[in-house]
């Protein structure tokens, strides 16, 4: 008899689900001209608050990443996961000589995500 008794859905993925829209909600608040000004003049080091809690929210999945083609020369956005033995697929055709403008590009992909949402 126990057999058919439906079982309740994961209440953990249920709030888990509900706890990532509240944070895109939030999140999407933040996101300003100021913000991605600051975020293009300084890619890496020391934040505001509100740049910095978008950077943590973009480590998580999905990702996107920046792929070398050549060594500390040339980089390409890609997607992230990459499938096991194969090689990253770029998301456009365009190739970043410059590392902090490919890094930007890579928080420009993040933030087009959050507020396509």
Do not use: W
């Amino acid at each position: 008899m126990s057999e058919n008794i439906p079982q309740p859905a994961d209440r953990q993925l249920t709030v888990m689900k509900r706890f990532n829209a509240n944070l895109q909600t939030q999140l999407r608040l933040l996101v300003s001209d100021e913000i991605i000004e600051e975020h293009r003049r300084k890619p890496l080091g020391q934040h505001s608050d509100d740049l910095d809690r978008l950077l943590n929210y973009f480590r998580r999945p999905p990702r996107f990443a920046l792929y070398a083609n050549k060594a500390c020369r040339e980089y390409q956005v890609i997607a992230l996961p990459v499938a096991r033995g194969s090689s990253p697929q770029p998301l456009e055709a365009k190739v970043y000589t410059d590392e902090s403008e490919a890094i930007h590009a890579v928080f420009l992909k993040h933030i087009e995500l959050l507020t396509t949402d």
